[in-house]
């Protein structure tokens, strides 16, 4: 008889709930929520965030989970998208407004780009 002892090697990093601009905070180094962050930055953050599962709580009681994939290369308050077949544009700050009910609180850092 041998005794034997079975290492898995396999390791992972456990991230702390919190909101994703602490977390951002935290990777950076300096706070964001006034100013707007630089390309750099950005990528920085891309790179952190990248497959970190992230809680919506814009819907109240609806919670859903979604794996980030990306940030985007414009602040939020300048992304636009088209809402009909006449593609009329309208910005993300006023959508979320108009259908939620919430305001977004950092227009000026990147949107998240999430999978479900």
């Known amino acids: 008889m041998v005794l034997s002892l079975n290492i898995d090697t396999l390791a992972t990093t456990f991230i ?10 935290q990777i950076l180094g300096k706070q964001v929520c ?33 794996r980030i994939s990306g940030v985007t290369s414009q602040p939020t308050r300048e992304l636009m998208f088209p809402v009909d077949e006449e593609r009329n544009m ?16 950092h227009p000026h850092l990147p949107c998240l780009q999430v999978e479900s």
Not at 16 to 25: G, H, Q, Y
Not at 90 to 105: A, L
Request: charged fraction near 35%; proline fraction near 3%.
């Open 16 to 25: 702390e709930p919190l909101p994703v601009v602490e977390f951002v905070e």
């Open 34 to 66: 006034t100013k707007q962050i630089s390309d750099a930055d950005r990528i920085k953050i891309k790179k952190a965030l990248r497959g970190v599962k992230v809680e919506v709580t814009h819907k109240g009681n609806v919670r859903r989970k979604y």
């Open 90 to 105: 309208k910005s993300m700050v006023d959508y979320f407004r108009e259908v939620y009910g919430y305001t977004i609180q």
